[in-house]
């Protein structure tokens, strides 16, 4: 096995599918409040910090309200659609083999700890002991490292001898910082700086020495 002990996953868009959610949920918060035609709005927001979010939308669009009221009308489009949540599946296998293998891990998240906690229910990636770090932890999201330093240092490793499993540019960003290595999953929609962009999720286990 080579030297990295710990593996540091992102949640949305890297081991949950759950971006068409939060896209319609954002979609739907802002016609609520009068804001419509944004196009491209979520590609933008991909990765992105629910605060970082909410003073782009306040600064460039016109939104008023303030950011609890947004939050909360934003959460409950999110949370009602729970259902609608699929796990990627090829992820969700490494990280059991992973698991198996005794490896740690935690997951890092932007997303707010109501939204973190309900999400992983929803595939089941609920267990005792298992290391969380949502936006609520940290006092800076990605792309700021914080909350990869946090998680490794929960773990007990080194950032720099763990590894980063992410979908976007943010979070690609902060596991830099951190001192990581970095892995983009292969359904990641854009290139963005990954030391490895991964063919196939297996192939993280070949570069963890477990393939």
Not at 65 to 81: F, G, M, Q, T, Y
Not at 144 to 167: F, H, I, N
Not at 178 to 187: D, E, L
């Amino acid at each position: 096995m080579n030297e990295t002990v710990g593996v540091l996953w992102d949640m949305d868009g890297t081991l949950i599918d759950s971006e068409p959610v939060a896209a319609d949920a954002l979609h739907l918060a802002l016609a609520e409040v009068g804001i419509s035609g944004l196009s491209g709005v979520h590609d933008w927001a991909l990765g992105r910090a629910a605060d970082e979010i909410y003073g782009w939308l306040v600064a460039n669009h016109g939104l008023l309200e303030d950011e609890i009221s947004w939050e909360e009308r934003k959460l409950r489009h999110h949370l009602a659609a729970a259902y609608r949540l699929r796990a990627f599946t090829e992820a969700l296998e490494v990280f059991r083999v992973l698991e198996s293998a005794g490896i740690p891990q935690a997951i890092v998240s932007n997303s707010d700890r109501m939204i973190m906690d309900c999400q992983l229910g929803s595939i089941s990636l609920t267990r005792p002991g298992l290391v969380t770090v949502s936006r609520n932890d940290v006092r800076k999201g990605k792309p700021d490292p914080e909350g990869y330093l946090r998680a490794a240092w929960l773990l007990g490793c080194e950032p720099t001898s763990c590894c980063v499993v992410e979908d976007s540019p943010s979070g690609i960003a902060a596991g830099r910082a951190a001192g990581a290595k970095t892995f983009a999953v292969p359904h990641a929609s854009q290139e963005f700086g990954a030391h490895i962009t991964l063919r196939a999720m297996n192939d993280l286990l070949i570069h963890l020495g477990l393939g």
